[in-house]
């Protein structure tokens, strides 16, 4: 027998044999897959992060191949989706691991960028927070890190400049207070948060203004890190 020989039906059947139909249900309540929200049409058969990340990294040295993956990505079940990020994940950090079996590569750049090439080409089935949370800055942001530092860093410095001028993002987001959506809101209320952490005076000016049109959820992120809370937000 090949030594590689996990296909996708093995996958999907050994990772239905070891889900919880009691975490399924909770995990369709957690990430609200009601129609209408954001995880509408969702399928949950209930595995949690570590176990699955442990059943995954066993598991892909025997995979057959990419397009195992690429089926991973394609299913309607989210752990699914979620198995084929973690494998991503064990792959970019460890490539020389996988160099022949995945893509024949013979360093670890080129490897790499096959593994970015397999990340945006799903990019489409990547589609709920906690898959973009679990792989987007090991792979993308890991990528930037390693081969485009001086860029990276001269993008910081641009960011950090808008963050501490008056004219900034904080105004802009005045065009999406009335959002009525949950992450958005809490997105929101992440970007208040980091802005007043350069420049705090400015954040209590912008929420004193429109806290009033705002989302709770927004302003509860935004203040977090204040001590005192304003007077005015305790009428909140």
């Not at 057959?64 to 989706?81: A, C, N, P, W, Y």
């Not at 009033?212 to 890190?225: D, F, L, N, P, R």
Request: proline share 3%.
């Amino acid at each position: 027998m090949s030594a590689y020989n996990v296909t996708f039906d093995i996958l999907s059947k050994e990772l239905q044999e070891i889900s919880n139909p009691k975490r399924a249900q909770s995990s369709r309540r957690f990430f609200k897959v009601g129609e209408n929200s954001y995880s509408s049409g969702d399928v949950f058969i209930g595995i949690s992060v570590p176990d699955l990340r442990k059943y995954i990294v066993a598991k892909l040295p025997r995979m057959i191949d990419v397009s195992v993956l690429h089926s991973l990505f394609q299913s309607s079940v989210h752990e699914h989706r979620l198995a084929a990020i973690l494998c991503l994940v064990e792959l970019f950090q460890k490539p020389s691991r996988y160099y022949e079996q995945f893509w024949a590569c013979t360093d670890d750049y080129t490897f790499r960028m096959k593994v970015i090439s397999c990340y945006k080409q799903n990019i489409a089935q990547i589609n709920n927070w906690d898959l973009v949370d679990t792989g987007c800055y090991k792979i993308l942001g890991s990528a930037l890190v390693l081969y485009h530092r001086k860029e990276l860093d001269e993008f910081v410095l641009e960011m950090e400049s808008k963050v501490t001028s008056k004219d900034t993002s904080l105004q802009r987001l005045k065009a999406v207070v009335f959002e009525d959506h949950d992450l958005i809101n809490k997105a929101i209320g992440w970007v208040l948060r980091e802005a007043g952490k350069a420049n705090e005076s400015m954040l209590i000016d912008f929420l004193e203004r429109n806290w009033k049109i705002m989302a709770k959820i927004s302003v509860s992120y935004a203040v977090e890190k204040l001590e005192p809370k304003p007077a005015f937000l305790k009428k909140l």
